[in-house]
């Protein structure tokens, strides 16, 4: 069955204090893998997609990578207003794909 | 600006009653989403359409309708038979020919009482 899992379900963190977010997942063949950023009471802003293994994007304080096993959401230097629900998804390449698969997100707290 | 509505922000209704939820987008996007998100539980699919005139049921399609008349709108019709509407229900949008990311409107709080 394709999966998502996201860990951890929580996070807080210094500011300045540099970590990495992971979801791991479980699919019949990658078509490609979404990270979004969810304020509370908004609709999830997209910031990147990954297609394939060695793959890395940035933006800002922000870079994913990906392997065949696993992407990370690493968040160098973290400031307050990086706070939000970190979202990821797969597209999967077998049957309806369509559709996205979701995780149930990251919540990151970041102290100023 | 191009982008996805939703509306209203905050809906409210009583039980027994069928509602209907706005998404339009100006993006020309082909395809068309509606998601519902609970707390505890990722987001799920209730239906979603390719093209105009054309939808197929989500995941969780059962006491929900939806019509595709135009390009730009897509209406959820939250009805009497779904046993548990109190949800966020986003909208989302994609262009076929482009990438293969979704992008997602504002949200609706629906509150059924």
């Known amino acids: 069955e394709d999966q998502v899992t996201q860990s951890p379900e929580a996070l807080r963190l210094q500011e300045g204090e540099s970590s990495s977010l992971n979801c791991s997942y479980t699919v019949s063949g990658l078509r490609g893998l979404f990270w979004y950023r969810q304020d509370p009471g908004k609709g999830p802003e997209f910031l990147f997609t990954l297609y394939s293994a060695g793959e890395e994007k940035e933006k800002e304080r922000l870079k994913a990578t990906l392997t065949k096993k696993e992407s990370f959401l690493h968040i160098t230097a973290p400031k307050p207003e990086d706070s939000a629900t970190y979202l990821c998804?797969?597209?999967?390449?077998?049957?309806?794909?369509?559709?996205?698969?979701w995780g149930l997100g990251t919540s990151l707290a970041v102290n100023p | 600006d191009g982008g996805i509505t939703q509306s209203p922000k905050y809906l409210f209704r009583k039980e027994g009653q069928n509602v209907t939820l706005s998404c339009e987008q100006n993006?020309?996007?082909?395809?068309m989403y509606w998601y519902r998100q609970d707390p505890g539980q990722g987001l799920r699919l209730i239906y979603y359409s390719q093209i105009v005139n054309d939808f197929q049921k989500g995941d969780i399609a059962e006491g929900y309708s939806v019509s595709r008349e135009k390009k730009e709108s897509f209406p959820l019709t939250v009805t009497s038979a779904q046993k548990n509407p109190t949800a966020f229900y986003l909208c989302?949008?994609?262009?076929?020919?482009?990438?293969?990311?979704?992008?997602f409107g504002p949200g609706t709080r629906l509150t059924v009482t």
């Open positions: 998804a797969v597209q999967a390449e077998a049957g309806n794909n369509r559709k996205l698969i």
């Open positions: 989302a949008s994609r262009d076929w020919a482009g990438g293969t990311e979704q992008y």
């Open positions: 993006l020309n996007h082909d395809a």
